[in-house]
C-alpha cells in the first residue's frame, strides 16, 4: 500500500487546554499523519504520525484479575499521592515531531492541510501566546476581594473562619 502525503489533513476549530485552538485530521486512510495538534501556550504544532515506535513508559501493575496492584506506602506523583505500584515496559507509541517557528508551521499547513483558502488558521498563529489562568485558593480569592473593596473606599467587615 503506498502512502499519500499531498493535501491529505483537513484543518478544524478545537480547544487545547481551554484555550481556542485548530487541529488536523487526515482525510485519507493511506495517509501516514495521524493528528496534528496547534498548541496556543507555546506556539507549536505538534505532528503525530502513524509510525510507531517503541518506547519505554511505566504503566500501573495489574493482578491476574486485571486490578491495580496497590503499593504499601504512597508517593508523591505529579503533586499528586498514589498508591498504585508500576512497572516500566516497551510500548509501541506513534512517532511525533514539534514545530516550532512559525515559517515551518506555515509551510507545513500549506504543504498537507487541503482546506486552507476556507479556514483562518492565521489568526491562532498572529494571536499573543495563550497563559494559563493562575489557580487561586479561596482564601486567596476573598483577599484579592477584601483588598480591592478597601482600595475602593468601602468598608469591609473581617471575615473570621473558625476551625
Given amino acids: 500500500m503506498t502512502q499519500n502525503t499531498d493535501k491529505c489533513l483537513r484543518l478544524y476549530s478545537s480547544n487545547w487546554r481551554e484555550k481556542p485552538?485548530?487541529?488536523?485530521?487526515p482525510?485519507?486512510?493511506?495517509?501516514?499523519w495521524l493528528e496534528a495538534i496547534y498548541d496556543p501556550f507555546s506556539k507549536s504544532l505538534f505532528c503525530i504520525l502513524k509510525h510507531t515506535q517503541k518506547t519505554f513508559r511505566f504503566l500501573p501493575r495489574v493482578d491476574k484479575n486485571g486490578d491495580f496492584i496497590e503499593m504499601t506506602r504512597p508517593r508523591k506523583y505529579r503533586n499528586q499521592e498514589s498508591r498504585a505500584a508500576e512497572e516500566r515496559l516497551e510500548v509501541d507509541t506513534p512517532a511525533e515531531f514539534i514545530l516550532?517557528?512559525?515559517?515551518?508551521?506555515?509551510?507545513?499547513?500549506?504543504r498537507f492541510v487541503e482546506n486552507t483558502e476556507y479556514y483562518d488558521y492565521q489568526s491562532f498563529l498572529d494571536a499573543e501566546p495563550a497563559t494559563e489562568e493562575k489557580q487561586t485558593t479561596p482564601e486567596q480569592q476573598i483577599g484579592e476581594l477584601t483588598a480591592g473593596l478597601e482600595k475602593a473606599g468601602a468598608q469591609v467587615l473581617s471575615v473570621v473562619k473558625e476551625e
Fill in 21 to 25: 485552538s485548530f487541529k488536523m485530521m
Fill in 27 to 32: 482525510t485519507t486512510s493511506n495517509s501516514v
Fill in 100 to 110: 516550532e517557528k512559525r515559517e515551518e508551521i506555515e509551510s507545513f499547513i500549506n
